[in-house]
Every structure is written in structure tokens, then in C-alpha cells.
């Protein structure tokens, strides 16, 4: 776990090539699901214990007034914590979906880069974090409720249009939360369509 240790300290460094943008995110979407999860969740639960950089920035999003920091590290802590949201821990995993909250309620237009950061992603524990933590982070800063529009477009996109209920629910509820505010009348077609059809299963469990 001590490259993965390596990787995380160096995540939120603005231009570095193996800050969380440049590295992270093309590694572990280039992993395959089993293999990010054995790993990364390994060693996000070793450096958690061990009060390593993952439980530094999880520490940090939480805690630090972050609002002094650089946007361009925001940016990246938010795609590392998202991330995060995968790993088996829980622990880890519902630290970080706060977290991600938080500095999305900071800075809403991370909202949209989330989603298009994800919208390859094939996790729902993280389609779900990410969906979840923008409906969230909207409910805290309701006096800006215009600047959520962008990751409310973000969600109604098709990686997001998942048969995953709670994916389905966090969007649903953000939408609902935007009309009834009055905001978010030009998507309100998207919106009418989303959730698709889900198809039914080609085999069922026996």
C-alpha cells in the first residue's frame, strides 16, 4: 500500500503528473472493477489506521477552512474523495462522501466536473457518492441554488441514467428540490424522461 500512500500525498498538487487528475483517475478507470477494489480499498484502510494522507485529507475536507484553498486543489480533493467512496471501509467510505459534500457545497461548479470526471466510471458506489453528495451539497447552500444547475445537467446524462435505485433517487429528489424552487426550467424535458427504462435482467438468480 505504500505506492498507493505516495500516490495520495501527491493528489491534490496543482500540474503534477501524478496528482489525483493526471494519474489517479486514468489508472484506476484503466483497472478492472476487482482489481480496484482489492487494492485501493486495502490501502486506503492501511493508511486510515495508520493516520496516512488518506486520513489526512479526509481530516483536512472535513475540518480545514478550505475555502482558502487553491481552487485547483479543491478540484483535485474532490476527485481523490470521490474515489474513496468505493473502498470497502466504511469508515472510509461514508467519511469521504461527507467530505465530498462539503467541498462541493463550497464550490458547486465541482458538481459538473464530477460527473463528467465519473461518466466513465463503472462503480455505482461512487455514481451513487457523487450523486448523492451534489444533491447534498445543494441542500446546504440553498441560496445558490442556480449554481447546482450544471451538475443537475451533469446527472441527467446517461452515465448517471442507471438502473441503481439510489442513483436514481438522488437525482430525482435534486430535480424535484431545483423545479420547486423554480430553477431548472430548461432542463425540465430531460428531466420528464429521466429515469429510462431499465431492461430487465438477460438471466434471473435461481
Known amino acids: 500500500w505504500d505506492v498507493y500512500e505516495v500516490f495520495f500525498r501527491l493528489s491534490l498538487v496543482p500540474e503534477h503528473r501524478l496528482n489525483a487528475a493526471n494519474w489517479l483517475t486514468p489508472f484506476l478507470l484503466d483497472s478492472a472493477l476487482t482489481n480496484r477494489d482489492a487494492y485501493l480499498s486495502h490501502a ?12 489526512s485529507l479526509l481530516n483536512a475536507a472535513l475540518l480545514a477552512d478550505v475555502k482558502r484553498w487553491p481552487k485547483e486543489s479543491l478540484r483535485l480533493a474532490s ?11 466504511r469508515r472510509v467510505r461514508d467519511l469521504s462522501s461527507k467530505a465530498l459534500a462539503r467541498i462541493i457545497s463550497i464550490q458547486p ?12 466510471c463503472d462503480d455505482d458506489y461512487i455514481l451513487e457518492s457523487v450523486s448523492l ?18 451538475a443537475f445537467e451533469g446527472l441527467l446524462s446517461p452515465a448517471f441514467d442507471i438502473p441503481n435505485i439510489l442513483v436514481r433517487d438522488s437525482v430525482r429528489l435534486f430535480g424535484q428540490l431545483l423545479m420547486n ?3 431548472g426550467a430548461g432542463l425540465a424535458k430531460q428531466f420528464e424522461v429521466y429515469p429510462g427504462k431499465a431492461s430487465l435482467p438477460k438471466k434471473w438468480p435461481t
Open 44 to 55: 486506503a484502510f492501511e493508511s486510515f489506521d495508520s493516520n496516512g494522507a488518506v486520513r
Open 79 to 89: 476527485i481523490a474523495l470521490a474515489w474513496l467512496t468505493s473502498c470497502a471501509d
Open 109 to 120: 461548479n465541482l458538481g459538473r466536473a464530477l460527473t463528467d470526471e465519473f461518466r466513465e
Open 133 to 150: 453528495a451534489i444533491y447534498s451539497a445543494c441542500l446546504l447552500e440553498p441560496e445558490r441554488m442556480e449554481e447546482f444547475l450544471p
Open 181 to 183: 424552487a423554480g430553477h
